[in-house]
Protein backbone atom coordinates (compact mmCIF):
# COMPACT_ATOMS: atom_id res chain seq x y z
CA UNK A 1 0.00 0.00 0.00
CA UNK A 2 1.69 3.19 -1.16
CA UNK A 3 0.75 6.52 0.39
CA UNK A 4 0.75 10.21 -1.17
CA UNK A 5 -0.40 13.36 -0.94
CA UNK A 6 -2.76 14.13 -4.54
CA UNK A 7 -0.07 16.88 -6.05
CA UNK A 8 3.08 14.71 -4.71
CA UNK A 9 2.64 11.58 -6.86
CA UNK A 10 5.03 9.36 -8.09
CA UNK A 11 4.38 10.56 -12.02
CA UNK A 12 6.54 7.78 -13.22
CA UNK A 13 4.27 4.99 -11.31
CA UNK A 14 0.88 6.96 -11.58
CA UNK A 15 1.64 9.67 -14.76
CA UNK A 16 -2.26 10.17 -14.75
CA UNK A 17 -4.37 11.46 -11.69
CA UNK A 18 -5.80 8.71 -10.11
CA UNK A 19 -8.55 10.11 -8.01
CA UNK A 20 -11.24 10.12 -10.25
CA UNK A 21 -10.78 6.69 -10.93
CA UNK A 22 -10.82 5.56 -7.43
CA UNK A 23 -14.31 7.40 -7.04
CA UNK A 24 -15.87 5.08 -10.04
CA UNK A 25 -18.40 3.88 -10.60
CA UNK A 26 -20.52 7.88 -10.69
CA UNK A 27 -23.61 8.35 -12.35
CA UNK A 28 -23.85 10.19 -15.58
CA UNK A 29 -25.56 13.96 -15.16
CA UNK A 30 -26.47 14.41 -18.49
CA UNK A 31 -27.48 17.52 -17.79
CA UNK A 32 -29.94 19.75 -20.41
CA UNK A 33 -30.86 23.36 -19.30
CA UNK A 34 -32.64 26.38 -21.16
CA UNK A 35 -31.81 30.17 -20.19
CA UNK A 36 -34.54 32.90 -19.92
CA UNK A 37 -33.22 33.88 -23.40
CA UNK A 38 -34.64 30.40 -24.44
CA UNK A 39 -31.47 28.84 -25.56
CA UNK A 40 -30.50 25.42 -25.19
CA UNK A 41 -27.76 23.28 -23.65
CA UNK A 42 -27.15 19.29 -22.83
CA UNK A 43 -23.78 18.36 -21.68
CA UNK A 44 -22.86 15.21 -19.35
CA UNK A 45 -20.98 15.94 -16.50
CA UNK A 46 -18.52 13.50 -14.07
CA UNK A 47 -19.45 14.92 -10.92
CA UNK A 48 -23.44 14.12 -10.18
CA UNK A 49 -25.62 12.29 -7.97
CA UNK A 50 -28.07 12.40 -5.31
CA UNK A 51 -28.11 13.89 -2.59
CA UNK A 52 -31.56 13.54 -0.43
CA UNK A 53 -34.62 11.70 -0.66
CA UNK A 54 -37.34 13.32 0.76
CA UNK A 55 -36.97 16.12 -0.66
CA UNK A 56 -35.18 14.38 -3.62
CA UNK A 57 -32.07 16.34 -4.32
CA UNK A 58 -30.02 16.14 -7.47
CA UNK A 59 -26.60 18.23 -8.38
CA UNK A 60 -23.89 18.63 -10.39
CA UNK A 61 -20.85 20.28 -9.94
CA UNK A 62 -19.54 22.64 -13.28
CA UNK A 63 -15.40 22.64 -13.23
CA UNK A 64 -16.05 26.31 -14.82
CA UNK A 65 -19.49 28.32 -15.03
CA UNK A 66 -20.19 26.82 -18.39
CA UNK A 67 -23.43 26.63 -20.33
CA UNK A 68 -25.33 24.36 -17.67
CA UNK A 69 -24.61 25.23 -14.74
CA UNK A 70 -24.98 29.40 -15.86
CA UNK A 71 -28.11 28.43 -17.70
CA UNK A 72 -29.35 26.36 -14.68
CA UNK A 73 -28.40 29.43 -12.44
CA UNK A 74 -30.03 32.00 -14.93
CA UNK A 75 -33.66 30.14 -15.43
CA UNK A 76 -33.38 28.37 -11.89
CA UNK A 77 -34.42 25.01 -13.57
CA UNK A 78 -32.57 21.82 -15.31
CA UNK A 79 -33.27 18.53 -16.05
CA UNK A 80 -31.49 15.39 -15.27
CA UNK A 81 -31.24 12.22 -18.65
CA UNK A 82 -30.44 9.00 -18.11
CA UNK A 83 -27.09 8.28 -20.31
CA UNK A 84 -27.44 4.70 -21.67
CA UNK A 85 -25.38 2.36 -23.01
CA UNK A 86 -27.35 2.65 -26.73
CA UNK A 87 -26.75 6.40 -26.31
CA UNK A 88 -23.26 6.47 -25.14
CA UNK A 89 -21.88 8.21 -28.59
CA UNK A 90 -24.57 10.60 -28.33
CA UNK A 91 -24.16 11.71 -24.86
CA UNK A 92 -20.12 11.88 -25.98
CA UNK A 93 -20.96 14.13 -28.71
CA UNK A 94 -22.91 16.44 -26.09
CA UNK A 95 -19.58 16.99 -24.49
CA UNK A 96 -18.21 18.43 -27.61
CA UNK A 97 -17.16 22.33 -27.02
CA UNK A 98 -19.74 24.08 -29.11
CA UNK A 99 -20.03 27.79 -29.13
CA UNK A 100 -21.75 29.03 -26.35
CA UNK A 101 -25.66 28.75 -26.98
CA UNK A 102 -25.08 26.53 -30.12
CA UNK A 103 -27.70 23.62 -29.78
CA UNK A 104 -25.72 19.80 -28.47
CA UNK A 105 -29.46 18.40 -29.16
CA UNK A 106 -28.65 19.13 -33.09
CA UNK A 107 -25.04 18.59 -32.87
CA UNK A 108 -25.77 14.97 -31.53
CA UNK A 109 -28.81 14.16 -33.79
CA UNK A 110 -31.08 13.92 -30.70
CA UNK A 111 -35.10 14.82 -30.51
CA UNK A 112 -36.00 16.90 -27.85
CA UNK A 113 -38.98 16.02 -26.12
CA UNK A 114 -41.45 18.48 -23.67
CA UNK A 115 -41.05 18.47 -20.07
CA UNK A 116 -44.25 19.12 -18.06
CA UNK A 117 -43.38 21.95 -15.23
CA UNK A 118 -39.91 23.15 -16.38
CA UNK A 119 -39.49 25.11 -19.96
CA UNK A 120 -35.84 23.26 -20.54
CA UNK A 121 -36.50 20.27 -22.81
CA UNK A 122 -35.62 16.45 -22.15
CA UNK A 123 -33.59 13.90 -24.30
CA UNK A 124 -36.64 11.97 -26.33
CA UNK A 125 -34.16 8.72 -26.37
CA UNK A 126 -33.45 8.64 -22.82
CA UNK A 127 -35.22 5.71 -20.85
CA UNK A 128 -35.77 8.61 -17.94
CA UNK A 129 -35.45 11.94 -17.02
CA UNK A 130 -36.10 14.05 -14.02
CA UNK A 131 -37.19 17.66 -13.85
CA UNK A 132 -35.83 19.71 -11.06
CA UNK A 133 -35.87 23.13 -10.28
CA UNK A 134 -32.37 25.24 -8.59
CA UNK A 135 -32.70 25.32 -4.63
CA UNK A 136 -29.01 26.43 -3.96
CA UNK A 137 -25.38 26.80 -5.73
CA UNK A 138 -22.41 26.67 -4.04
CA UNK A 139 -19.03 28.55 -5.55
CA UNK A 140 -16.61 25.55 -3.88
CA UNK A 141 -13.64 26.49 -1.93
CA UNK A 142 -10.47 24.37 -0.73
CA UNK A 143 -9.20 23.83 2.14
CA UNK A 144 -7.24 27.48 3.12
CA UNK A 145 -10.60 28.97 2.01
CA UNK A 146 -9.59 30.09 -1.40
CA UNK A 147 -12.24 29.99 -3.82
CA UNK A 148 -12.75 27.77 -6.68
CA UNK A 149 -13.54 27.70 -10.26
CA UNK A 150 -16.12 24.40 -9.42
CA UNK A 151 -19.78 25.22 -9.16
CA UNK A 152 -21.98 22.68 -7.15
CA UNK A 153 -25.54 23.19 -8.58
CA UNK A 154 -28.20 21.74 -6.38
CA UNK A 155 -31.79 21.05 -7.96
CA UNK A 156 -35.21 19.58 -6.19
CA UNK A 157 -36.74 16.79 -8.43
CA UNK A 158 -40.43 18.15 -9.22
CA UNK A 159 -41.52 15.72 -12.00
CA UNK A 160 -40.30 12.34 -13.42
CA UNK A 161 -40.55 10.68 -16.80
CA UNK A 162 -40.15 7.74 -17.09
CA UNK A 163 -40.70 5.00 -20.26
CA UNK A 164 -43.28 2.14 -19.10
CA UNK A 165 -41.76 -0.14 -21.10
CA UNK A 166 -39.10 -0.26 -18.97
CA UNK A 167 -41.61 -0.53 -15.32
CA UNK A 168 -42.17 -4.71 -14.66
CA UNK A 169 -43.76 -5.81 -11.20
CA UNK A 170 -43.95 -1.98 -10.08
CA UNK A 171 -39.81 -1.23 -10.04
CA UNK A 172 -37.62 0.04 -12.74
CA UNK A 173 -35.71 -2.35 -15.10
CA UNK A 174 -32.21 -0.75 -14.58
CA UNK A 175 -30.71 -3.66 -16.61
CA UNK A 176 -33.14 -3.26 -18.95
CA UNK A 177 -32.22 0.48 -19.63
CA UNK A 178 -28.71 -0.22 -19.17
CA UNK A 179 -27.59 2.91 -17.87
CA UNK A 180 -23.37 4.13 -17.95
CA UNK A 181 -21.85 5.35 -15.30
CA UNK A 182 -18.39 7.43 -15.54
CA UNK A 183 -15.09 5.65 -14.47
CA UNK A 184 -11.59 6.93 -14.49
CA UNK A 185 -9.64 8.05 -17.20
CA UNK A 186 -11.49 7.91 -20.64
CA UNK A 187 -13.50 4.76 -19.19
CA UNK A 188 -17.08 4.15 -18.55
CA UNK A 189 -19.20 1.35 -17.65
CA UNK A 190 -22.43 0.12 -17.83
CA UNK A 191 -24.91 -1.40 -14.88
CA UNK A 192 -25.56 -4.96 -16.50
CA UNK A 193 -25.70 -7.00 -13.46
CA UNK A 194 -26.95 -6.65 -9.81
CA UNK A 195 -27.11 -8.40 -6.34
CA UNK A 196 -28.78 -8.09 -3.39
CA UNK A 197 -27.58 -6.91 0.03
CA UNK A 198 -29.98 -6.93 2.82
CA UNK A 199 -29.42 -4.65 5.52
CA UNK A 200 -29.36 -5.24 9.26
CA UNK A 201 -32.43 -5.18 10.97
CA UNK A 202 -32.83 -1.56 12.49
CA UNK A 203 -30.28 -0.03 9.73
CA UNK A 204 -32.55 2.08 7.90
CA UNK A 205 -34.02 2.23 4.80
CA UNK A 206 -35.28 -1.05 2.98
CA UNK A 207 -33.58 -2.70 0.50
CA UNK A 208 -37.40 -1.55 -1.63
CA UNK A 209 -36.69 2.01 -0.30
CA UNK A 210 -33.32 2.12 -2.28
Known sequence: MIFFEPHKRDRDLLPFDPFKAMIAPRPVGWIASRDRGGRVNLAPYSFFNAFSG??????????????????????GEFVWNMATYDLREKMNMTSAPLERGSSEFNHAGLETAPCVLVKAPRVAASPC?????VTQHVRLNDKDGALTERYLVLGQVIGLHVDERFIRDGIIDILAMKP??????????????????????????????G
Not at 54 to 61: A, I, M, R, T
Not at 129 to 133: D, F, I, R, S, Y
Open 180 to 209: IARCGYQDYTAVDRLFPIRRPQGAGNSAAG
Open 54 to 75: EPPLVGFCSEGLKDSASFALDS
Open 129 to 133: ALECK
